[in-house]
């Protein structure tokens, strides 16, 4: 599973990675990237918490990446982990005392990396090895020296506990999460990953989308589905409107549902040859890039 290509300056660090398996130094190459994004600074109060419905807040991966917890009356459950890098565990017992379930979106690295201070992930199993692999104790360590170099928490922001290797669990579409008085049910979503999936909260018309509906959408990734799947994927949540009025994204704000037509016409006009690409550059590589309106879907040209 090859995504973003790094170039590291740390010789010692390179030699480490040499000796691991392709996919393991690809998995570094991911998890690295992510944390080239960040200013070399320590970072006092890592996470923004903030309520945004009752009994429903996003917690801010210090400007990376959304997280989400959402509490019926007898159980929470918490939408990804983040990167990993601070307390995330601690922080969630702040919001609640009730007892917490935990589901990955997807196996990235800014949506899994915490997954190691909890006891059980539920996930869909097409992305169960990649969001292994970045909670793994040995892949941490390899990517410690660049973690060092960049931003990170402090001191009492940064996760004591102990070292989870937690038990996955499969979910797939229609799966229920009974929080009491609220059922968060698994949409499957495949695009951004194969195993991709939205959480409904169905009673308060809410869609936490992970990075299925950012307003910038990455499918040219390696293991990405091609853009025909991804628009399959995009109709079926329109067929779905009735269910929800509101996304909650992985990364940025809430948006109103219609933002995905958005989505759906951006990649009709790629498929259909009406829109003229533009070249897309990232840490993660290059692709090409089309806009309809507040959505962007950076693509590979080979895997329409």
Not at 91 to 112: E, F, Y
Not at 176 to 194: A, W
Request: charged share 20%; net charge neutral; aromatic share 10%.
């Amino acid at each position: 599973m090859r995504i973003f290509p790094v170039v590291f300056c740390d010789r010692e660090l390179t030699k480490q990675i040499e000796k691991l398996t392709t996919m393991k130094k690809t998995a570094i190459f991911v998890l690295t990237g992510f944390i080239l994004l960040f200013n070399q600074s320590f970072a006092q109060n890592w996470f923004e918490i903030k309520e945004v419905m009752p009994k429903t807040w996003v917690i801010g991966d210090n400007g990376s990446d959304n997280i989400y917890l959402v509490e019926g009356s007898e159980k929470a459950l918490l939408i990804d982990t983040g990167l990993g890098a601070a307390d995330l565990a601690g922080a969630v017992k702040k919001l609640t005392g009730k007892p917490v379930l935990v589901v990955n979106t997807h196996g990235h690295p800014d949506h899994s990396g915490s997954n190691y201070q909890f006891d059980k992930i539920y996930m869909h199993k097409a992305d169960m090895e990649a969001a292994k692999m970045y909670s793994a104790p040995e892949m941490r360590k390899n990517v410690g020296g660049s973690m060092l170099n960049g931003k990170k928490p402090g001191e009492a922001d940064i996760y004591k506990g102990t070292e989870i290797t937690p038990q996955y669990i499969a979910v797939s579409e229609g799966f229920e999460f009974d929080l009491g008085n609220r059922i968060i049910t698994v949409m499957e979503t495949p695009g951004h990953t194969p195993g991709s999936i939205c959480l409904l909260d169905v009673k308060n018309k809410v869609l936490f989308s992970g990075d299925n509906n950012n307003t910038h959408v990455w499918l040219f990734l390696e293991g990405c589905s091609p853009l025909s799947e991804y628009l399959k994927t995009l109709e079926k949540q329109i067929s779905r409107f009735n269910e929800y009025t509101t996304l909650y994204p992985g990364h940025g704000s809430a948006m109103e549902n219609s933002f995905i037509k958005d989505q759906a016409e951006c990649v009709k006009q790629i498929l259909n040859g009406t829109c003229k690409p533009i070249p897309y550059e990232s840490f993660a590589g290059p692709a090409s890039q089309c806009s309809f309106g507040q959505a962007t879907v950076a693509f590979n040209p080979k895997n329409l």
